[in-house]
């Protein structure tokens, strides 16, 4: 049985609250009839409580809780009331943006969960997770709150609770600046800090008020730390020390210390600060002077959002997994003034993006690293540090399943190897899938593990396993057939550092007993996730703002790094014929997506539902076998994204924005829900109950709808769009190269590999590299690979196709592949010609079916279709359209 503490909190907060009271004054022990209580003010900054000893938890939220007045002692859930009287205006500036509260645990193995309400009852801040200690912040606080702590799973422990006011103070005048070849020294005060150029225009400024500059975090995060840049000088320009690079310098003002880094000119900023570091009882924020057309983007998954400005966004652990939520948040962020900023910490932050831009961690240290240039490269230079993203087997970008089979209280009595039934019916009902997680870690183990691996495989699945808390027997289980892991709300720990090491470890669980790629989940992470990991944006209610929040979201976190961010198909708690196949659709064309199958309900929550994407019957069944089987055939170019991320550090989800930093309507409403599957696909989901899609944006460029071949000149904005259910409003950029497995794929492992497609939009010159690999073996990164450029060039009559040959190898490469072309855009050409000749003309799709070669034009939807003979994969050839002439 699963339990899902931040689920139970959604319902009957006003029962668990109706008889909590406010009470103004000194703190009242624990044992005192009523919460106890303290006021927060001019003359009282600092609050702390002791709970009673708890023999046992509740396993439950906040709903679990009995109110105050059937629990007056607090016995069973604890209460704590505080009021805070501060002057209007105080959290304006203030780097903890509100009061701290906090409770640290009696056991380290315990686990306590942290809720606050207002005094209308509205939750406004929690930590529910299993950090230790459990802290949060109500953002700024006034008037009283109440304090509600919920034992979740204890074993006779209590908890020390605190609250306090925090109170700042900023940096003074410089007093001592010195230093050379790259690293600097700098004090105001008892304030120190340091500056290291870095290579490639990278900077790192740390600072601490108590002159402590050292590292907590460690090696968890940035393994290596880069070289210094060592070719520096200084000035001294009167107001400020200047410190050159190559192409940077950063400005150190003197009266009082503040800091601004400038192109080489001295005279272009990239940032300045407008106010000098201030810090407060347990944060430090730094303050920027905001451009007047400066956008931000990135703080990892923000719930809803992919563009921040204006905005403030909140990077730490909330476990709020609808909109507005930031579980898989990062505290990094990237500016279009031509920088982004690494905070190098484990602490929760801030990131206020209004004028002037503030942003601060809770903790009194600054350690920053700036990356300069564009979004892309800014991106890259991050993700080169905490590492780029994770290179995944093949069958990680086909659909998962994930169930409890055995002893499921929700489906009955059912055993490990049930699983493979419902692997059997996707193969039944000629759908994908990759990999299926046969447990659940909440009270769900496994049987038969071996032997549900065996048949997994000889469905082309592989075989997975879902943990709450521990990987005990990762050696055995991997040994039994386990590649794929998925992790839980269990493995945060203190600051995110367990949880990082967990995806690591998980993944190295995999590798050290395998050949295979680690392939791990999970719901909780930081910054460095991305290179072991996909994120899963949480336990969601099929609704159709469900949908539509989620869609700037994922490419949202594309501006992090993040190359694999997704949700379930459908969500995990309702089942919805229409919904679901809505979501279904455009989630086709994220890199990872999975059911979450065992926990959901019709939408009256009476009837329980199962997830597979046949089980509503028709139309239902053929759409989604549809976009299924479309994203099954689309595995070479999304696998060639994956190979490009290694890379570049940019996922194949992307905003308007990233591909078209020029134009404003990239930013604009439209955009917002609707996204980029790599360069080429323009994805606008439906996400409401119409059949028209209004509002869709398409940005500079030819593009072609890929159902229909109407072809549009953007920029523009089409309203009306006639859009079906069995319809993705879905649009090709002109000059795509789209390379697909042949029609009918259903697997990787079993794909004929004697045939290759490609589907190619002509517009001008355009060229793509494909790259392959054996998709399943780390081999890959010794260079067992190959690639393969193909270039189009459209002009005047003749449109060529010029395909080359396959360099490098790997194993189970082809020899000689014969390759389809479906050609968009013009008549029927005259003739089509390789370099054996012309190629005979056929009258049908079944005709070439037949045929060891030839072409047939499609006249309903304007497409050549050509066929050629097998080709050696490490010869070149040419393919010629001819229109007009004799």
Known sequence: ????????????????????????????PAHAAGPPAAVLDGSHQDATWQSPTYAKGTLGGATSCPTAAQDPDGTVCGRFDVTVDVPAG????????????????????????????????????????????????????????????????????????RAYLPRTT?????????????????????????????????????????????????????????????????????????????????RVYKHPLRFGLY?????????????????????????????ADEQFFGGGEQNGSFSHRDRTVHVANSTNWNEGGYNNSQPFYVSTAGYGVFRNTFAPGIYDFGSPVRTGQQERRLDAYYFTGDVKSVIGEYTALVGKPFMPPVYGLEPGDSDCYLHNANRGERHTTDALKVADGYVRNQMPLGWMLVNDGYGCGYENLPQTGEGLRKDHAQLGLWTQNGLPNQAEEVKAGVRVRKLDVAWVGNGYGFALDACDRAKAGIEDNSDARGFVWLPVSWAGA?????LWSGDQSLSWDYIRWQIPTYAGATMSGIAYNTGDVGSIFRRDPEMYTRDLQWKAFLPTIMTMDGWARDMSGKQQRDQQPW???????????????????????????????????????????????????????NAKYEFLAGPDFLVAPVYSATSVRDGIYL?????????????????????????????????????????MWPRGTLSWENRDRGELDYDLYPQGDSTYTLYEDDGVTRRYAAGSSATQQVDVHAHGPVTTVEVGASEGSYSGKPDARSYRFTVHGRSAP???????????????????????????????????????????TDEDFSLHLVHGGH
Not at 625 to 631: E, T
Not at 712 to 723: D, E, K, R, W
Not at 838 to 845: H, T, V
């Open 263 to 291: 192109r080489a000119d001295d005279r272009t900023a990239i940032w300045q600060e407008d106010a000098p570091l201030r810090w407060s009882t347990g944060g430090l924020r730094q303050s920027l002077v905001r451009g």
């Open 530 to 534: 991305q290179r072991c990991g996909v």
């Open 830 to 872: 005259r003739m089509v010609v390789t370099q054996g000749g012309p190629l005979p003309r056929l009258d049908s799709a079944a005709a070439l079916d037949s045929a060891a070669s030839g072409w047939y034009y499609d006249g309903a939807t304007g497409v050549t279709h050509v066929k050629t003979a097998p080709v050696p």
């Open 90 to 161: 105080y959290w304006d500036d203030n780097p903890e943006g509100g009061v701290p509260v906090s409770i640290q645990w009696q056991n380290p193995t315990d686990d306590f969960d942290l809720y606050v309400y207002d005094a209308n009852g509205k939750e406004v801040a929690e930590s529910a997770g299993t950090a230790d200690p459990e802290a949060t912040v109500i953002p700024k606080a006034s008037g009283t709150y109440h304090v509600l702590v919920v034992p979740y799973d204890v074993h006779g422990g209590s908890f020390t609770g």
């Open 170 to 250: 900023d940096a003074g005048n410089l007093t001592s600046f010195s230093g050379g070849q790259g690293s600097y020294d700098i004090s105001a005060g008892t304030l120190k800090a340091k500056v290291d150029f870095l290579a490639d225009d990278q900077l790192r400024l740390r600072a601490a008020p108590d002159g402590d500059i050292s590292d907590p975090v460690g090696s968890a995060v940035i393994r290596q730390q880069p070289q210094l840049q060592t070719r520096t000088s200084t000035f001294d320009a009167g107001d400020y020390y200047g410190i050159r690079s190559g192409h940077l310098v950063l």
């Open 615 to 669: 089980l509503d019957g028709e139309p239902y069944t053929s759409i989604n076998r549809k976009y299924l089987q479309l994203k099954e055939r689309l595995l070479p170019y999304m696998y060639t994204l994956s190979a490009e991320a290694t890379r570049t550090g940019i996922g194949a989800v992307r905003p308007l924005a990233l591909e078209y930093p020029d134009d404003p309507a990239a930013l604009g409403p």
């Open 699 to 739: 940005p500079e460029g030819t593009w072609t709808d890929y159902w229909t071949g109407r072809t549009y000149q953007g920029p523009t904005t089409i309203n009306g769009y006639s859009a079906p259910l069995d319809t993705l409003p879905l649009f090709v950029k002109g000059g795509a190269i789209v390379p």
């Open 1 to 28: 049985m699963r339990l899902l503490r931040p689920h139970l909190r959604r319902a009957a907060l006003a029962a668990a609250l109706t008889s909590i009271a406010a009470v103004a004054g000194p703190v009242v």
